[in-house]
């Protein structure tokens, strides 16, 4: 394989579907605050990002995976052509369609910001990583910063001049951000004196933009232990003038970058803040000890990214193994298997192969469509803020509820899907002549950063599952109930539908048997399972997607003239949503029985007992 060649692949129509069939994107176009875009504008983003994806950041996938970042005196290097990438990134300006137009931004809804992450991501991760954490830094001075940091700093970042970070975790402290030790002195002129060392910072240096942001958590002076006691900063590479340009090298430097498993392409560095006492930075806005509320607000939006990032890497693993699958030749077919005559087939006609491809299919289709359904709720909320407080209040808690789930689930499945891809290739998959080896290797860290999933799972049955006095929960479980109620005969998928029924009022149930455990002694049980309640909830609400697409294509293939092309893609539909409902959704039953068994073996081994080594 060329190592510049593209190896990305996309199915626009998908993209259509999803948004203007089942999820009626084109609802919320042409009326504020979304008034300059229609439906044409979202086409031509759908092509034009497509084609930057193709033809600009997929072809660098391999050479930065290959090449990897280099340290060379304590300045990072990144692959070739990640530069050139960059520089028609920023001219193009897609990281910045969803901005505020006021710094450089089109307004656009974050639905399109999804979709073009989605493009960014797929074609090339470790490339995405850059622009990425560059936005989400630029949506925390947005929503925090004084008005002077946002002049500073925001039509900088959106348009690309200069990168940001988030700079959270530390040596000794690892996903328990509460035992950060990194500090903050206050100085005569409101800066802050920082020391400190953050490790794993994504896109901690580069060679991309002229000048890099972090975001920094601290504590300052005086504060209270834990998390309580945060406060977060605006740390600069190179200080920043009065008149907005770049001046003297702040006291940040590079430590060193990790030789990773992949994303190799993604400088991941250790940053020493403050080594020579020189390290200056700001306060974010002007309020002490505020850090991590501030500092969710990127992490909400980073850990929303990761699950496109994971269901893209998914997508493009799938496709190539479904072209893959229609071009090897191999064996005859399964009805002449004894016949040492029998013309080899296509592997696609094997059932072994059809089942794989099916389940990737399903898998990719159902997570894709839940997690534009969370950005729409996005955008709704925004739609309804100041005009109705209870639409907001309703669109805003689902966003929160379905955030770990998008998050861990797809994640989880990208890792799974790829890794069934190089199944369906066999030995030609485990070489590198072909992609999807990488994208097992890429996906891997989805499940960890941004928070590991068993925090995501912690973070829904300790947090969203009681938020709203548990409304946020019973409005997704009604969803749910109300297509139940309305297609449990439906005539092509009434069984289905009802099995989704079963499953929502099974996982309505463990909610409460879980929180009765918490309010006593077998509390240790929330932890033992919360992981295996994500889950089954997650296969609920994808079979549910699923069976909501199927529903919607069928209602559509119905309407189509004989001989439509679009007659097989709304097929397509139908039997996914099957395959999930009948191998994936009566998991979640057993999922139940299990929680329902209380075992705490691994609580009640003790700690020798694990090995004798």
């Known amino acids: 394989m060329s190592q510049s060649q593209n190896r990305y692949k996309v199915d626009l129509r998908e993209f259509r579907f999803v948004l203007f069939e089942l999820l009626k994107f ?12 229609g439906k044409d504008e979202v086409d031509m983003v759908l092509a034009e990002a497509a084609r930057f994806a193709t033809e600009v950041t997929g072809p660098i996938n391999a050479i930065g995976d290959k090449h990897g970042c280099k340290l060379e005196n304590g300045q990072v290097i990144a692959p070739p052509g990640f530069k050139q990438a960059w520089d028609k990134l920023a001219e193009a300006g897609w990281k910045a369609l969803s901005a505020p137009s006021e710094w450089g931004g089109q307004d656009a809804p974050y639905t399109m910001h999804a979709l073009v992450e989605e493009f960014l991501c797929g074609s090339n991760t470790a490339f995405s990583m850059y622009p990425g954490l560059s936005y989400g830094a630029a949506e925390v001075i947005h929503g925090f910063g004084t008005r002077k940091q946002q002049q500073q700093y925001l039509a900088k970042i959106y348009g690309g001049k200069w990168g940001g ?30 020391h400190g060392t953050k490790i794993f910072i994504s896109a901690g240096d580069h060679d991309l933009a002229e000048n890099i942001v972090h975001l920094v958590l601290a504590r300052i002076e005086g504060a209270v232990p834990g998390t309580k006691g945060l406060s977060l ?20 430097q590079t430590g060193s970058i ?35 509320a501030q500092m969710f607000k990127m992490m909400n939006g980073a850990r929303i990214a990761v699950a496109l990032q994971s269901m893209a890497v998914a997508s493009t693993a799938y496709l190539n193994a479904l072209d893959y699958a229609k071009e090897r030749k191999q064996g005859p077919h399964f009805t002449k298997f004894k016949d040492a005559s029998a013309p080899r087939v296509p592997i696609i006609e094997h059932p072994d192969v059809r089942r794989m491809l099916l389940d990737m299919k399903a898998r990719v289709e159902g997570i894709r469509a839940l997690i534009y359904k969370l950005a729409l709720h996005s955008d709704r909320a925004h739609v309804a803020q100041g005009k109705d407080d209870k639409a907001a209040a309703y669109h805003k808690g689902q966003v929160e509820l379905l955030t770990p789930i998008v998050k861990a689930y797809a994640s989880d499945q990208a890792f799974h899907i790829c890794e069934t891809a190089i199944q369906t290739f066999g030995g030609a998959g485990f070489l590198k002549d072909h992609p999807v080896e990488q994208y ?68 309505g149930g463990v909610a409460m048997q879980m929180f009765g455990w918490s309010q006593g002694a077998k509390f240790a049980l929330v932890p033992l399972v919360a992981t295996r309640f994500l889950e089954a909830m997650s296969e609920t609400a994808v079979a549910w997607m699923l069976l909501e697409s199927a ?9 189509l003239p004989e001989g439509h092309p679009d007659a097989a893609f709304y097929t397509g539909k139908l039997h996914a949503a099957r395959y999930y409902a009948r191998n994936v959704l009566p998991g979640v039953l057993h999922k139940a029985k299990l929680i329902g068994a209380e075992d705490q073996s691994a609580m009640e081994i003790p700690d020798e007992a694990f090995a004798t080594v």
Not at 26 to 37: Q, R
Not at 168 to 183: C, K, R, Y
Not at 461 to 477: D, P, S, T
């Open 258 to 292: 990790e030789h990773k498993m992949g994303i190799n392409g993604s400088a991941t560095a250790v940053l020493n803040f403050g080594e020579n006492d020189k390290c200056i930075g700001e306060l974010v806005g002007t309020e002490e000890h505020c850090g991590i």
């Open 440 to 507: 097992c290797r890429d996906s891997k860290i989805f499940s960890i950063y941004e928070g590991t999933n068993h925090i995501q799972a912690m973070d829904l049955v300790g947090r969203k599952l009681a938020q709203a006095g548990g409304e946020n929960f019973r409005n997704f479980l009604g969803e749910i109930g109300k297509f139940v109620a309305a297609n449990a005969q439906h005539a092509q998928l009434g069984g289905e539908v009802q099995s989704l029924g079963k499953a929502a009022e099974v996982i």
């Open 551 to 559: 529903r919607v294509a069928l209602e559509a293939q119905a309407k």
């Open 165 to 194: 970070t988030m700079c959270l975790t530390e040596p000794q402290a690892g996903s328990d951000v509460g035992a950060a030790t990194s500090t903050a002195k206050r100085l005569p002129d409101g800066t802050y004196s920082i």
């Open 26 to 37: 084109d609802e919320l176009l042409g009326k504020e605050p979304f008034a300059a875009w």
């Open 233 to 252: 900063f605006i740390v600069p590479k190179f200080h920043v003038k009065d008149d907005g340009s770049v001046g003297e090298r702040n006291d940040v």
